[in-house]
């Protein structure tokens, strides 16, 4: 069974970002088909973030898990044109290879669609130089068209949702094929 990582790097704990992240993975297609392990980045130790400390025990299990994973999510708010701090910091901890031989899906949210193309001019060229084998079309969402539920998920309008599910299903299918080629 393929294993995803879903990262989000958002530092907010009422995190849209982190919303939409439990929404792709609670609807991943062939539910039940994948084990998926969530790290919220915002949860790991301020002190070994911001302290550069690559041998503080909760950053080399994030490396562990990266390396046990055969895919990765990685989920950021947006900020002044780039994906989050806190997860340039611990990007900035993890090997240099680290997502070598993963496939990798980037998702962004944020306030403005000018902030579309932080994910290929930003975040795809430090995924990629971390090795990244495949890394998938990404995903901008609008915070505008994310509506919260009463059950604390979210819901997007047919075009976002569609567009999702789209790029998700690439994900999934880069994932299949990486097994095939494994086995």
């Known amino acids: 069974m393929p294993t995803i990582l879903a990262i989000s790097g958002s530092p907010s704990p009422t995190s849209k970002t982190a919303r939409v992240l439990r929404h792709v993975t609670d609807n991943l297609p062939g539910s039940g088909a994948y084990e998926v392990r969530h790290l919220a980045v915002r949860d790991?130790?301020?002190?070994?973030?911001?302290g550069a400390d690559v041998h503080d025990p909760a950053i080399l299990a994030v490396g562990a898990a990266i390396a046990a994973a055969d895919?990765?999510?990685?989920?950021t708010p947006v900020y002044k044109a780039a994906y989050s701090g806190i997860l340039k910091s611990l990007l900035d901890l993890l090997p240099q290879y680290?997502?070598?031989g993963k496939v990798v899906l980037p998702l962004?949210?944020?306030?403005?669609p000018a902030h579309v193309l932080a994910i290929d001019y930003a975040l795809r060229p430090v995924l990629s130089s971390m090795g990244a084998t495949h890394i998938v079309a990404g995903c901008f969402i609008h915070d505008k068209t994310i509506v919260d539920t009463d059950g604390g998920g979210i819901l997007l309008d047919?075009?976002?949702q569609t567009f999702l599910d789209n790029v998700v299903a690439g994900f999934t299918d880069a994932l299949a094929a990486r097994s095939l080629q494994a086995a």
């Open 44 to 50: 790991l130790p301020a002190h070994a973030l911001v």
């Open 71 to 75: 895919g990765v999510i990685v989920a």
């Open 98 to 100: 680290a997502l070598a």
């Open 108 to 112: 962004a949210t944020g306030g403005t």
């Open 158 to 160: 047919a075009t976002g």
